[in-house]
């Protein structure tokens, strides 16, 4: 008995020694990436590369940062409630174990392991030539919503898993029908889940260069309309990159890029907190 509990605690330490490296080692990566790119790209922000036009002299990054804007919010727009709402539907309406809901998250995991320079492909085909939308933000806020939907759906479903029977018992046993108790009582409680999924999106659209280099095009404008073409900033950091001369700007872009994914998870984080509370049905 002495001999398997001592072999235990050598187990159990031994796996918190990995734990501890392996996370200390995630941590340093982020931390040298973080450092490099602000190092680098700091000393080079400059007030021309936010004038509202893009010139071959100042190589603006402003017109990519409000197609990036406008990129992320038409996608949410259309990829949150479809996901949401299928989600919604595998948890809380589609009986368990049934074969249809098998094949949806199935599909959902295929869709998940696709490269984006495959989505790429599809949107170009489908969304530019077949459908006609030509290379504009649209056509890449379609072909974005398609790469990020299993994962709304995924992070929605897993959410309200995570949401105790008991407030739906609980709510029913008040008397409340069957949408008012996920809209009042189980979809305030999953916010947070929900969020999670959102701000992942969000990233995945901030960074995605493949998909609309093929859809959304290159083209350094702010967009005038949906059908506008447009250069997102990852993109702009792309083609900065592949100009010897323009290396600065890219990190700078980077530095940019980089304070955008800050402020959206800090406002997502205090959204969830704020609504998190919001239980009762």
């Known amino acids: 008995m002495n001999i398997k509990t ?49 010139t071959t002299a100042n190589v603006s990054m402003m017109p990519s940062v409000i197609a990036t804007v406008a990129m992320v919010a038409v996608t949410l727009c259309l990829v949150v409630p479809l996901g949401m709402f299928t989600g919604i539907y595998l948890v809380e309406y589609a009986k368990k174990g049934s074969r249809y809901v098998a094949v949806i998250r199935q599909a959902t995991e295929m869709l998940a392991g696709i ?5 790429g492909l599809f949107g170009f085909l489908f969304f530019v030539q077949f459908v006609g939308l ?19 759906i995924r992070t929605t479903e897993e959410a309200l898993k995570s949401v105790p029977d008991g407030y739906r018992e609980g709510a029913f046993a008040l008397g409340a029908g069957k949408l008012r108790v996920i809209f009042r009582t189980v979809l305030p409680s999953a916010v947070p889940g929900v969020l999670a999924g959102v701000i992942l999106a969000t990233g995945r659209i901030v960074g995605e260069t493949a998909a609309l280099i093929f859809t959304a095009g290159t083209a350094p404008n702010i967009p ?16 900065l990159s592949g100009e010897a001369h323009h290396i600065n700007e890219a990190y700078a872009t980077a530095v940019v890029l980089l304070v955008i994914v800050l402020i959206v998870n800090t406002v997502a984080a205090a959204v969830a907190k704020a609504l998190a509370p919001g239980r009762v049905a």
Not at 115 to 119: A, D, G, L, Q
């Open 134 to 152: 030509g290379r504009s933000l649209i056509a890449g806020a379609f072909t974005l919503a398609i790469m990020v939907l299993p994962l709304i």
């Open 6 to 54: 001592g072999k235990r605690k050598i187990s159990d330490i031994i796996l918190l020694v990995l734990t501890w490296t392996f996370a200390a080692l995630t941590l340093t990566a982020l931390l040298f990436i973080v450092v490099h790119i602000l190092a680098n790209g700091i000393p080079h922000l400059t007030s021309s590369l936010f004038e509202i036009r893009w």
């Open 224 to 239: 005038e309309s949906l059908y506008s073409s447009v250069r997102t900033l990852a993109v702009h950091m792309w083609v």
């Open 115 to 119: 490269p984006s320079i495959v989505y």
